[in-house]
């Protein structure tokens, strides 16, 4: 059940239904975590079997390392998930990347891993191992140390908004909240429904409206000229913005109208001005998670400058790899992982020449790195969305003006093209709209008639059967 598809509301609103009939906190949180199991199960019921065998090992790691903080169970811990999600996701792509180098060296024939590694991935299986590496690591660093129960556990892993994509929590950030849930509440009830509008506009109208244009552009890399090469980057970039933040903040609204409170995931993140700017503002909680759980433990900056660039590029490939199986990712997470030393040797330059931030030229080089951060991550996302490496240099040398089209190129309407400058000029003027919102809250809102917010609602539903386009699963449903 994708959060924008029809069977989704029937879902969730037999799920508030029974959630606002339940007289006890027992009840509320045995109902939200039956619930969660069957949204989990709709997508394929034989994968709940492996989540729910992993929910019961890990709990009892969890438990043995309240008990006792023993390095043994940690490593023991760490290494039984890592297999877990290596094996699921990484099999195949491991076994093709070995076969390929010893086809190289003359030593081998196919390339082609056996037919039975290509299972469909377990929807989640990224997220919810991170979840339950959070607590360990937590349990382990003394930042958390609380008993909990088993079902406890298995809704803080598996509460519906945030299970299949995020955002990455810590158990500090929710189960102390699954453990004092309330009635539902008029006002989270208001903020969470127009938080989960936002979003469902954000991926109905905006997201699946450019996946079109996106899917076009990289499934024929060879009939692109540089007008289309860019139209069709641009329209990713904007598609995996909106898609993905519009995930985020139906997640935030839908756990609110359960009086649960969410972390943001997206703080305007093409507004940024350099890419150390650009990763706290992109995928909040993932960033987090590898600067706390990893970048920190192969020893963050200390160790000077050339160990510093070493722990991000490993951090930023390892981010990479994490995303998908396939050697275009690791390029790049390579790719973010240089911007973000170059940027530690610009800056460090720059201070160096005396610019201050504060400055004429400081404030200057900030609004420069604007348009060269988006630039940067434009030229990374052509890995992020290309097939191979080849669509992606065939790409990327489009935009450049230097690849000759095939016959009968591939020429964007006038239509698509004017998608693409909407989604641009929504996420230029976003962060200016958030501000007045907030400035102005949302009670006023519900001061408006009746009769006028209901026509407000019509006309966005109309909106979305009119103009929305082909309901399209969230693209981190496959990371």
Same mark, same amino acid.
Request: net charge positive; hydrophobic share 55%.
């Given at each position: ?6 069977s ?11 959630? $606002?009939?339940?007289d ?46 023993s390095?043994a169970?940690? *490593? ?10 290596g094996?699921?996701k990484y099999?195949?792509?491991a ?6 180098? *010893?086809?190289?060296?003359?030593w ?14 377990p ?13 360990m690591?937590?349990?382990?660093r ?8 088993f ?16 955002p990455?929590l ?12 309330q009635?539902?509440?008029?006002d989270?009830f208001?903020?969470?429904g127009?938080?989960?509008a ?5 991926? =109905?109208?905006?997201?699946d409206?450019?996946a079109?244009? =996106?899917? =076009? ?5 060879a009939a692109?000229?540089?007008a ?32 649960v409170?969410l972390?943001?995931?997206f703080?305007?993140p093409?507004?940024?001005r350099n890419?150390t700017?650009?990763w ?34 490993t ?11 396939n ?9 973010q992982g ?20 504060d400055?004429?030229?400081g404030r ?5 790195g ?11 996302w ?17 935009? $450049?003006?230097?690849?000759?089209p ?10 698509e093209?004017?998608? *693409?400058?909407?989604g641009a ?10 501000r007045?919102?907030e400035?102005r809250g ?16 019509a006309?966005?539903?109309?909106a ?7 309901t399209?699963?969230f ?5």
């Amino acid at each position: 059940m994708i959060f924008s598809s029809a069977s989704f509301f029937v879902f969730l609103l037999a799920t508030l239904a029974l959630y $606002a009939a339940a007289d006890t906190q027992r009840q509320r949180a045995g109902l939200l975590l039956a619930a969660s199991l069957v949204f989990y199960a709709s997508w394929k019921p034989a994968y709940l079997l492996l989540l729910l065998a992993s929910l019961g090992i890990n709990y009892r790691l969890y438990t043995s390392l309240l008990a006792r903080r023993s390095r043994a169970v940690l *490593v023991f811990a760490v290494t039984l998930n890592l297999c877990l999600l290596g094996v699921a996701k990484y099999l195949a792509f491991a076994t093709e990347s070995v076969l390929a180098a *010893v086809a190289w060296l003359g030593w081998g024939g196919t390339t082609d891993a056996p037919g039975w590694m290509h299972w469909a991935l377990p929807l989640g299986i990224s997220f919810y191992t991170f979840h339950m590496l959070s607590a360990m690591f937590d349990v382990w660093r003394g930042t958390w140390a609380k008993p909990v129960s088993f079902s406890r556990w298995c809704l803080y892993v598996t509460f519906f908004p945030h299970l299949i994509a995020g955002p990455i929590l810590r158990p500090g950030q929710l189960i102390d909240q699954l453990g004092e849930l309330q009635p539902l509440r008029a006002d989270a009830f208001r903020l969470g429904g127009t938080i989960f509008a936002a979003g469902l506009v954000k991926k =109905a109208l905006l997201a699946d409206n450019l996946a079109p244009i =996106a899917d =076009a552009a990289f499934s024929s890399p060879a009939a692109l000229d540089a007008a289309a090469a860019w139209t069709g980057t641009l329209a990713f970039a904007f598609q995996i913005y909106f898609d993905f933040s519009g995930y985020s903040e139906m997640a935030i609204g839908l756990a609110l109208l359960f009086g649960v409170v969410l972390p943001r995931n997206f703080l305007y993140p093409y507004h940024s001005r350099n890419p150390t700017e650009f990763w706290r503002r992109w995928h909040v909680t993932l960033s987090q998670w590898l600067r706390d759980y990893l970048y920190i433990a192969l020893g963050g900056n200390r160790g000077g400058p050339a160990r510093t660039y070493l722990n991000l590029m490993t951090t930023m490939v390892l981010g990479g790899l994490w995303h998908g199986a396939n050697w275009t990712f690791v390029v790049w997470g390579a790719l973010q992982g240089a911007y973000l030393v170059g940027h530690r040797l610009l800056s460090g330059a720059f201070e160096r020449l005396g610019v201050a931030p504060d400055g004429a030229a400081g404030r200057a080089l900030a609004l420069a790195g604007v348009p060269a951060t988006f630039m940067l991550m434009l030229v990374a996302w052509v890995f992020f969305r290309a097939a191979d490496f080849g669509s992606a240099t065939t790409i990327l040398t489009a935009m $450049a003006g230097l690849h000759e089209p095939a016959s009968g190129g591939l020429a964007f309407r006038r239509y698509e093209v004017g998608i *693409v400058g909407v989604g641009a000029l929504v996420a230029a003027l976003e962060p200016a709209l958030v501000r007045i919102c907030e400035r102005r809250g949302i009670g006023w809102w519900w001061r408006v008639p009746f009769v006028l917010r209901g026509g407000a609602y019509a006309t966005l539903v109309l909106a979305i059967v009119a103009f929305g386009g082909a309901t399209q699963k969230f693209i981190y449903f496959d990371f």
